[in-house]
Structures are given as structure tokens and as C-alpha cells.
């Protein structure tokens, strides 16, 4: 049987902000979605805040320098941002 490998260490390469979703596209091909309410920075910025961010690391996080808000790749899949 095969079985596909999941990464131990997911690793974001994109991130898009609609005007109620955090998209996150990982390296592995997934993709996270979360609503933009559930992090109350990011929520009230403007798009151009929201679409200036860069990544922490190898990927591991997501850095929004203008509001200074931090992400963790890890803590966007088990839910706990």
C-alpha cells in the first residue's frame, strides 16, 4: 500500500488574504484557509497591510511587519495560530 508522506515540518511558500480568508499554500501542496476574524490584527488592516508579509525562516511563519503580527505555520494546522 502506498501512503503518502506528510511533512513533519510544513513550510508556507504563499499567503493570500481575501476579505475573509488567510490562505496559506504550503510547500507539500496543501493549503490552509482560516478566517481573517479569528486574527483580530490582521482583520483590521488594509489590503495593502495584508499584502505586505514574508516569511519567517524556512517557511515556518509568517511575519505582517507593518502590524507586527506573527504567525506560525504549525500553529495554523492544529489550530492554535
Do not use: Y
Not at 500500500?1 to 508556507?12: F, S, V
Not at 488594509?46 to 508579509?53: A, D, H, I, K
Request: aromatic share 4%.
Amino acid at each position: 500500500m502506498n501512503t503518502l508522506a506528510i511533512e513533519m515540518h510544513p513550510r508556507a511558500h504563499n499567503v493570500t488574504c481575501t476579505e475573509v480568508s488567510l490562505i496559506v499554500d504550503l510547500l507539500d501542496g496543501r493549503s490552509i484557509s482560516a478566517p481573517l476574524v479569528w486574527f483580530p490584527l490582521l482583520s483590521k488592516a488594509t489590503v495593502e497591510q495584508l499584502g505586505n508579509w514574508e516569511l519567517l525562516g524556512d517557511g515556518e511563519g509568517i511575519h505582517w511587519p507593518e502590524i507586527d503580527e506573527d504567525l506560525s505555520v504549525a500553529g495554523l494546522l492544529t489550530g492554535t495560530h
